[in-house]
């Protein structure tokens, strides 16, 4: 609600200055070049998310996510050691990781809604430390392939979309770390209280 406020509010002062300092034409021809920029950038990104969350589609059916969840089992049953007690939740919360993986976080938000679901019966109406843990780690998630943002310069017209991908397995390693540092710190200051 008070984005959308601040939003309308941001919206309409920059049309009135806009109009009040002479410039109604270029404000009228910004929003149609603005809005037909935008349906672009929707259409190639939602191109790239269907072909990437079929590619995800593939690996589940051809066991490839399966063994990729296998492979993520015992580092998640560390990060997460009540939720490896209950099968359904770490198959929810590796699919989950594998999709983040692949850079398909819209593709990975209902797994992690599942897995989160399954976390919170065991203390309902409370966050456990385990269910911040995750959020912070969906949030922060590690790409391999970051495929939304490499849509995102691919619509803009780079030729090598992929060319960020050191800056980007740096930068999504470092805010997993932080963020996984940050959670365990917290749990115990909120523990000690």
Request: aromatic share 4%.
């Amino acid at each position: 609600m008070v984005m959308s406020i601040l939003w309308t509010g941001m919206t309409a002062a920059s049309i009135l200055f806009g109009i009040a300092g002479g410039r109604g034409e270029a404000v009228a021809a910004a929003a149609v070049t603005g809005a037909r920029d935008a349906v672009e950038l929707c259409l190639s990104m939602a191109g790239m998310l269907c072909l990437w969350t079929g590619v995800m589609e593939v690996m589940r059916q051809s066991g490839l996510a399966g063994g990729l969840s296998r492979l993520l089992r015992p580092v998640l049953g560390r990060l997460f050691p009540d939720a490896s007690k209950d099968g359904a939740v770490m198959d929810s919360l590796s699919a989950n990781v594998s999709a983040n993986l692949l850079g398909l976080g819209n593709a990975a938000t209902p797994l992690g809604i599942q897995a989160a679901k399954g976390m919170s019966r065991k203390s309902p109406g409370v966050a456990s430390d385990e269910l911040c843990l995750l959020v912070v780690c969906n949030t922060a998630s590690i790409q391999l392939l970051p495929t939304t943002v490499a849509a995102v310069r691919a619509a803009a017209g780079c030729r090598s979309p992929f060319d960020i991908l050191p800056a980007v397995w740096l930068a999504s390693a470092l805010s997993v770390t932080a963020g996984i540092w940050a959670c365990r710190l917290l749990s115990r200051l909120w523990r000690g209280r």
